[in-house]
Nanobody
Framework: QVQLVESGGGLVQAGDSLRLSCAASGRILTYYNMGWFRQAPGKEREFVAAISWSGGATYNSDSVKGRFTISRDNAKNTVYLQMNSLKVEDTAVYYC??????????????????WGQGTLVTVSS
C-alpha cells in the first residue's frame, strides 16, 4: 500500500495561487491513479481533480475547471495540484487519494486504496 503526504497548504488571499504536493512512499506511484479532494467545514468531502497513472488523462470538477490543474511526476513519486485564481469558497482541507482503478470523472464516494492526512488551504477575501 502506498503512503501519501500532502503539503503546500496555507493562508492566501482571493485571486492568489498555491501549489499543493502529494508525495508517495512505500510503493511506486506509477501503479496508481490519483485524485485530489477537499472538505470544507460542515460539508462532505468532494472530488476536485484526477489524473491517470501515466498522466495521459485528467478530469477536473466543474467548480475548479479552468483554475486548477492536476499533474504528476512519477520520477519524483509526486502529484501536484496547481490552484490559480483562488476564491474564498476554495477554503477546505485538501486530500490526495490513490487507487489502482481508474474512475474517470466519477471519483466521488469511492473507497480508495490510500488517503493522505490532508493539508489546509484558507483563502481570505
Amino acid at each position: 500500500q502506498v503512503q501519501l503526504v500532502e503539503s503546500g497548504g496555507g493562508l492566501v488571499q482571493a485571486g492568489d495561487s498555491l501549489r499543493l504536493s502529494c508525495a508517495a512512499s512505500g510503493r511506486i506511484l506509477t501503479y496508481y491513479n490519483m485524485g485530489w479532494f477537499r472538505q470544507a467545514p460542515g460539508k462532505e468531502r468532494e472530488f476536485v481533480a484526477a489524473i491517470s497513472w501515466s498522466g495521459g488523462a485528467t478530469y477536473n470538477s466543474d467548480s475548479v475547471k479552468g483554475r486548477f490543474t492536476i499533474s504528476r511526476d512519477n520520477a519524483k513519486n509526486t502529484v501536484y495540484l496547481q490552484m490559480n485564481s483562488l476564491k474564498v469558497e476554495d477554503t477546505a482541507v485538501y486530500y490526495c487519494g490513490a487507487d489502482k482503478r481508474w474512475y474517470g470523472g466519477n471519483w466521488s464516494g469511492k473507497a480508495l486504496d490510500s488517503w493522505g492526512q490532508g493539508t489546509l488551504v484558507t483563502v481570505s477575501s
